[in-house]
């Protein structure tokens, strides 16, 4: 059942009533342009067919109430609490990611109570962004309520990032939220997040008998852990020592001036960003000339870099990687924040089972969990659903 009806079934069966409205948001996979968001560069997502879907009504009391489903759909509740009340630390755990959204938009002029049932298939802690699709689900939902306009979804990402950043307290960039609202489907989105500027690329993998594999390690990871903390930091100290604005502004011909200028510690992360900007234009370029298969070279490139400079991988992941180009993959590597999650591989559909059954076999002579795989396909962003459909 999808997400939508799960959810709206769900609501009925706990408040007695159906929901006023279902809104949803998809996970995503960043094609290629990992941490580069945060430092004002270029990322290139694409949503996911997998959704997080809230069914929501107003509430006359000005209290949030929270449900989530679980996967054997029991309902899990967080603690009521009045909007006018949420401040950061005021909520903890699953339940701080709509109460955060709840929180920025209260400074929006949405302060109404809201019970929100929650229902969704993309997979958590696996670098593909559930806590985002939850967010902005969320959000297009207390505005739907409302009745705000939502006509400037960039500005909603924005919120939603805040959400993310001084209430639960993970400093991520815009990547994440803006390919949950803005992404379309059968494109990748190319976007600069300095200036927001946006490109839908088209992107029809299997027109070329190809694939998108996703490996999710089930290597599970966390936002609000140090080290993602720790690079971000690190890049602004490296940009502030170089005068700019942000590593953004470093250009690849004049990087090794830049890294003679910094301390050891800080030019390898230096040295990520800026390669990874070049391969995302590079990207784009090939995407643009119907190219896709010569994508796995920079796909390749990218994960070298995350893994050697960036220092973000896992073991998990390099194996993953390491197993799909063995087995026929054209390029692969990790994707997201990293120390964990989930790795992809452009597969030519002809070696899909090869490539599966080697990341498989990989795994099981480390005697680690199967992990799970799929093809992504691009898909729509987030919107109002139909859960009847």
Known sequence: MRPARRAAAAFARLHGAAPAGVWSAPGRVNLIGEHTDYNDGFVL??????????????????????ATLGDDGAARHAEPIAVVDLEPGAVRGWAAYPAGVAWVLRDQGVTGGADLVIAGDVPAGAGLSSSHALECAV????LGLAKHPVDDLP?????VQRAENDFVGAPTGLLDQTASLCCAEAHVLFLDVRSFESEQVPFDAAAQDLEVLVVDTRASHSHTDGGYGARRAGCEEAAGLLGVPALRDVEVDGLDDALGRLPDGLRPLVRHVVTENARVLA?????????LAELGPLLDASHASLRDDYRVSAPELDVAVD????AGALGAR?????????????????????????VLEAFAERGWQAPRTFTAVPSAGAGRDEPEN
Do not use: C, N, Q
């Not at 959000?139 to 207390?142: C, D, G, N, Q, T």
């Not at 994707?335 to 999650?341: A, D, H, M, N, T």
């Open 283 to 291: 990207a784009v370029e090939l995407l643009r000339a119907d190219a």
């Open 139 to 142: 959000a297009l939902a207390l």
């Open 323 to 326: 197993a799909a180009r063995s």
């Open 334 to 358: 990790m994707v997201g924040g990293g120390f964990g999650g989930s790795a992809i591989a452009l597969v030519p559909v002809a070696e899909h089972d090869g490539v599966v059954r080697r």
């Open 155 to 159: 500005t909603v990402a924005r919120w």
């Open 45 to 66: 997502p694409f949503a996911l067919p997998h959704r997080t879907a809230v069914a929501a009504s107003p509430r006359d009391d000005g209290l949030l109430r929270v």
